[in-house]
């Protein structure tokens, strides 16, 4: 039966580092939940609370509705991956798989036929008798991963699966893991440092900083709408582009008026404004600046500026650029209009009109 859970007001200190400063935040049954944020953050602390390996100083910690604080680690009825696998390697997969049934006292049989479906699951029928030393390291992680399911947790946690494979297995291993979590319909909490997993892989994404939660909201909201400047900055890629508050609250940047996404600064006040690179537009112009008078950046609105370096990405290209003020930026455009903005390019560019969200200089 999955669960949901519920951490409240958590503090952890080690020494004089604070790794956990009063964190709050709720996960639903059958949901998954990414941990995400830069180095000492708190998310691998969070993680080890949830399982047991850590003890909060001060705080909650319930599953289900019931108070699991104190309750040891066996006691919490927790699956886990580590990112090392920990596999026991003088056990076979099948053996791996049933070891936490072979503690519970679990039939041989019972044991050999979990382990089947287990691996049948993951992807590996007729490995039950594999080493892991037989195994390659994608392999060896989707043992780890049955081996976790085998005593059907209320909550499965997982601690950076996937950062020790490839790029290539570890796409194909995020689209596993993501569609047995569906299939299960088990609790999840996973820790990552890797943006692109933790927006394709989880329903909402927990953004940390210094022990506290800046913003959790499903992979477009925070990717579109980020509630802090450090979100904003940290998911993504993101221009900071100098702008001044208007007396009606919006905010000029470029020539063109833009809504603020959130509180604004006082009318004058000198900001920067966060943009990402899909929110610029950039066109073409002739040596002297002019442009085409329908094209929709042109006139008065946009900045004058020249492609330092053009990237192909792709479906789109990645457009490093100098404004003549100065201000440098990125801006990616669909790589079929690229053709005209190799390196040295004259082109004006200017934001699309969508709320933005600004932070004082």
């Given at each position: 039966?999955?669960v949901?859970?519920r951490?409240?007001g958590l503090?952890?200190?080690?020494g004089?580092t604070?790794?956990?400063?009063?964190?709050?935040?709720?996960i639903?049954a059958?949901e998954?939940?990414?941990?995400l944020?830069?180095?000492?953050?708190?998310?691998?602390?969070?993680?080890?609370?949830?399982?047991?390996?850590?003890t909060a100083?001060?705080?909650?910690?319930?599953m289900?509705?019931q108070?699991?604080t104190?309750v040891?680690?066996?006691?919490r009825?927790?699956?886990?991956?580590f990112?090392?696998?920990?596999l026991?390697?003088?056990?076979?997969?099948?053996q791996?798989?049933?070891?936490?049934?072979?503690?519970?006292?679990a039939s041989?049989a019972?044991?050999?036929?979990?382990?089947?479906?287990?691996?049948?699951?993951v992807?590996?029928p007729?490995?039950e008798?594999h080493?892991?030393?037989?195994?390659?390291?994608?392999q060896?992680?989707?043992?780890?991963?049955a081996?976790?399911?085998?005593?059907?947790?209320r909550?499965?946690?997982?601690d950076?699966?996937?950062s020790?494979?490839?790029?290539?297995?570890?796409l194909t291993?995020?689209?596993?893991?993501r569609?047995?979590?569906?299939?299960?319909g088990?609790?999840t909490?996973?820790?990552t440092h890797?943006?692109?997993?933790?927006?394709?892989?989880?329903d909402?994404?927990a953004?940390?900083?210094?022990?506290?939660?800046?913003?959790?909201?499903?992979?477009?909201?925070?990717?579109?709408?980020?509630?802090?400047?450090?979100?904003?900055?940290?998911?993504?890629?993101?221009?900071?582009?100098p702008g001044?508050?208007?007396?009606d609250?919006?905010?000029?940047?470029?020539?063109?008026?833009?809504?603020i996404?959130?509180a604004?600064?006082?009318a004058?006040?000198?900001?920067?404004?966060l943009?990402?690179?899909?929110?610029?537009?950039?066109?073409r112009t002739g040596a002297d600046?002019?442009?085409d008078?329908?094209?929709a950046?042109a006139g008065?609105?946009g900045?004058?500026?020249t492609?330092?370096?053009?990237t192909?990405l792709?479906a789109t290209t990645r457009l490093?650029l100098a404004?003549?003020a100065?201000?440098?930026?990125?801006?990616?455009?669909?790589?079929?209009e690229?053709?005209?903005?190799?390196?040295?390019?004259?082109?004006?560019?200017a934001?699309?009109?969508?709320?933005?969200?600004?932070?004082?200089?």
């Amino acid at each position: 039966m999955t669960v949901p859970v519920r951490l409240k007001g958590l503090h952890r200190r080690f020494g004089a580092t604070t790794a956990l400063d009063g964190l709050d935040l709720d996960i639903a049954a059958g949901e998954m939940v990414a941990l995400l944020g830069p180095s000492g953050c708190g998310k691998t602390t969070a993680l080890r609370i949830i399982a047991g390996f850590e003890t909060a100083d001060s705080g909650e910690l319930t599953m289900g509705g019931q108070d699991v604080t104190h309750v040891p680690a066996h006691r919490r009825d927790i699956g886990m991956v580590f990112q090392s696998y920990s596999l026991f390697p003088n056990m076979t997969a099948a053996q791996n798989v049933g070891y936490g049934l072979r503690v519970r006292r679990a039939s041989a049989a019972e044991r050999a036929a979990r382990a089947a479906e287990l691996l049948e699951l993951v992807g590996l029928p007729g490995r039950e008798d594999h080493y892991p030393h037989q195994l390659s390291g994608g392999q060896q992680q989707r043992v780890a991963l049955a081996r976790a399911l085998a005593v059907r947790p209320r909550v499965l946690l997982l601690d950076e699966p996937l950062s020790a494979l490839d790029a290539k297995v570890r796409l194909t291993l995020r689209e596993e893991i993501r569609r047995i979590q569906l299939e299960l319909g088990i609790t999840t909490v996973f820790v990552t440092h890797d943006q692109e997993e933790a927006l394709s892989m989880a329903d909402r994404v927990a953004v940390m900083q210094g022990g506290r939660l800046e913003q959790c909201a499903a992979p477009s909201e925070l990717y579109e709408r980020p509630s802090t400047p450090f979100v904003a900055e940290f998911v993504g890629t993101m221009n900071r582009l100098p702008g001044t508050v208007r007396p009606d609250g919006v905010v000029e940047l470029f020539g063109r008026r833009l809504p603020i996404h959130g509180a604004a600064p006082g009318a004058g006040a000198e900001v920067d404004v966060l943009v990402r690179p899909e929110g610029l537009a950039v066109r073409r112009t002739g040596a002297d600046g002019t442009t085409d008078p329908t094209d929709a950046v042109a006139g008065a609105e946009g900045a004058l500026a020249t492609v330092q370096v053009a990237t192909f990405l792709g479906a789109t290209t990645r457009l490093h650029l100098a404004t003549d003020a100065g201000v440098r930026l990125k801006a990616d455009v669909p790589s079929w209009e690229a053709g005209e903005l190799a390196a040295g390019a004259r082109c004006l560019v200017a934001p699309h009109e969508n709320p933005v969200l600004v932070a004082e200089g």
